[in-house]
């Protein structure tokens, strides 16, 4: 982790950032950041944030009221949208960003991703190996953004990243991502995965697979 300072430069000694890039293209930046107890107050600022909440409690405050974020929270804070952090206990979260021009939208909350419920599973369309179900439900879809949670069972598909790229973090299960390069990504809870554009290959799931996702599309 790098570390990024206090939030608020008035207060130094509160809400020490660090962060963790995975991925920043000078349009969308994808990564792991943290911060200590404290307090600051976040100007009205021109992009959208998916976050998921892996450690810690916050609440946030804006206009129409609080979110609590506790470890499964998953939200999305649209553009040009004030709001103040009071952190009670340190707290790390993964984040997708994107700074690309768009117009306002609303934000949106699940307390808890790890137990939402997602509705019926259907048979994977086009399987390589067993007979995998899968379900998703959408979060968030807006300004060329989709974030939501997707489940899946056991067995073997292939993926292709067309007109998107894909940021996930594995809330449960194993499985491992084949590159058609030759790469492989060992996944499990707490993995996250860049997949971009053009990207190929297939899941191979062990147990079943359960992420939160966020699809950038281009």
């Not at 963790?20 to 943290?34: A, K, N, R, S, Y």
């Not at 040009?80 to 009071?86: D, E, G, K, L, V």
């Not at 807006?142 to 997707?150: R, T």
Request: proline residues 7%; hydrophobic residues 40%; negative net charge.
């Amino acid at each position: 982790m790098q570390p990024a300072g206090p939030a608020d430069s008035s207060q130094p000694d509160q809400a020490i950032t660090t962060h963790w890039p995975l991925m920043d293209d000078g349009e969308v930046q994808i990564g792991v950041w943290q911060c200590s107890r404290g307090r600051y107050c976040r100007a009205a600022v021109d992009y959208d944030e998916m976050m998921f909440m892996a450690a810690g409690r916050a609440t946030i405050t804006y206009e129409a009221g609080d979110f609590d974020l506790v470890p499964g929270a998953a939200w999305v804070k649209s553009r040009n949208w004030p709001c103040t952090w009071t952190i009670h206990q340190a707290v790390r979260k993964m984040y997708v960003i994107d700074g690309r021009a768009h117009a306002a939208a609303p934000p949106a909350f699940e307390a808890n991703a790890y137990t939402w419920e997602l509705g019926e599973k259907a048979p994977h369309p086009k399987p390589l190996a067993g007979a995998p179900d899968q379900v998703l439900r959408e979060l968030w879809v807006h300004n060329g953004l989709e974030v939501g949670v997707w489940e899946c069972e056991p067995g073997s598909f292939a993926i292709r990243r067309d007109g998107f790229d894909e940021a996930m973090i594995i809330l449960a299960g194993s499985a491992t991502m084949h590159a058609d390069n030759g790469q492989k990504f060992a996944l499990q809870p707490g993995s996250i995965l860049h997949t971009p554009l053009g990207f190929s290959g297939h899941w191979a799931i062990d147990e079943t697979i359960r992420k939160v996702y966020v699809k950038v599309m281009r």
